[in-house]
């Protein structure tokens, strides 16, 4: 059982940066993709980006060029670093440990496609709020 903790969500005004940080009970590369995702009240959780062992990364369209995934020092720790936040960025981010359901295979660009939404399975964490205002 794979445990997720997350942290670094708050407030911030919009052109803001913040800084979150997942912290995994154990090493996950070897089985799940890593990936943060994020969830407004009465909508679908979505993707936003996902990094794997070998720290190939992808990112969903809204967050290109302003979010950045990363492993931090201690491999089992993942990073997302907002930049450039936007009022639309408002949302409960989560971090997760996932992977595709067998007999399939996928690339850490599942993580991302909606196609995938709902269908991967692995570990969550309890989530972080981010407020962005205008």
């Known amino acids: 059982q794979v445990q997720l903790v997350e942290s670094g969500g708050g407030s911030v005004q919009s052109g803001g940066s913040l800084r979150l940080s997942c912290v995994a009970s154990e090493y996950t590369y070897s089985t799940y993709y890593m990936g943060w995702f994020r969830q407004i009240p009465k909508s679908e959780r979505e993707g936003v980006a996902a990094i794997d062992g070998d720290g190939r990364t992808s990112y969903a369209e809204l967050v290109k060029g302003r979010f950045t995934i990363s492993q931090g020092n201690d491999k089992n720790t993942l990073v997302l670093q907002m930049d450039n936040l936007k009022p639309e960025d408002t949302a409960k981010y989560y971090c997760?440990?996932?992977?595709?359901?067998?007999?399939?295979?996928?690339?850490?660009?599942?993580?991302?496609?909606?196609?995938?939404?709902?269908?991967?399975?692995?570990?969550w964490g309890q989530g972080t709020q981010v407020t962005v205002s205008a």
């Open positions: 997760a440990a996932l992977r595709a359901p067998r007999p399939f295979n996928i690339t850490v660009e599942a993580l991302v496609d909606p196609a995938w939404r709902g269908k991967l399975i692995g570990y």
